[in-house]
């Protein structure tokens, strides 16, 4: 049996960078098929995780200051660049997420949009929240920039964005990322949720048992 993985995931969120790489290999060497999932994390802190935007006015925040740290260790570990923050954070990434959407159904093509421009915000430290900045990234990686960010634009795309942020809240989401390991049944009692780049390790073991089952 194939286990299906589903990656909720904002460009914004230097954590969800790191397990964008680091869950690959897992995925690689379990055989689950990942499929990548954008939405607006700004939209789940408003919902349901207020407290956030609390702790980031406070600079002395004792837990936002070790994070920061050990982010830099954790990107070390992973051979990530991890050039930040930059002047750009925290970058608005409706702009960039809307112009996922419009890859979504094109999952290489979205993994391939999503992998240049997390390089390009963490380790260039190029602004996310400037269309024209998404269009050069989609041209570098030899799609057409300009025709992808008219669609960010388009209704439909704004609303597939909507219903996927409104979908990772219903299914318990808080942050960015968010993972979801389905088990052998389409019950959604039968599902596993995980956050972060650090649960990963729970993640490849949710694959193996739900494989198993």
């Known amino acids: 049996m194939t286990v299906k993985v589903e990656f909720y995931f904002d460009l914004s969120s230097p ?30 802190f408003n919902a349901v995780n207020q407290s956030v935007y609390a ?3 406070n ?3 004792r837990k936002f200051v070790h994070s920061f740290r050990v982010l830099k260790e954790w990107a070390a570990l992973a051979g990530v660049e991890m050039n930040f923050p930059s002047e750009h954070h ?7 997420m809307r112009l996922c959407c419009a890859l979504e159904e094109d999952q290489a093509a979205l993994h391939k949009f999503a992998t240049a421009a997390f390089n390009a915000y963490y380790a260039d430290q190029r602004n996310l929240d ?8 989609a041209d570098e990686v030899g799609m057409d920039g300009k025709a992808l960010v008219a669609q960010t634009r388009e209704q439909e795309i704004k609303d597939r ?6 979908e990772a809240i219903a299914r318990g989401a ?10 052998k049944s389409d019950d959604p009692a039968d599902e596993r949720m995980y956050f972060g780049n650090d649960q990963l390790p729970l993640v490849k073991r949710a694959i193996n048992i739900a494989a198993k089952a």
């Open 174 to 183: 808080y942050g960015s990322p968010s993972i979801f390991v389905r088990g």
């Open 90 to 96: 925290p970058v608005k990434s409706v702009h960039a």
């Open 55 to 57: 702790a980031r006015e």
């Open 161 to 166: 964005l909507r219903t996927n942020t409104e």
């Open 130 to 137: 400037d269309p024209a900045v998404l269009a050069a990234i």
């Open 15 to 44: 954590w969800t960078c790191l397990a964008f790489h680091n869950i690959q290999p897992i995925i690689k060497e379990t055989g689950a098929q990942i499929i990548w999932k954008p939405f607006l994390v700004g939209g789940v």
């Open 59 to 61: 600079p002395d925040n």
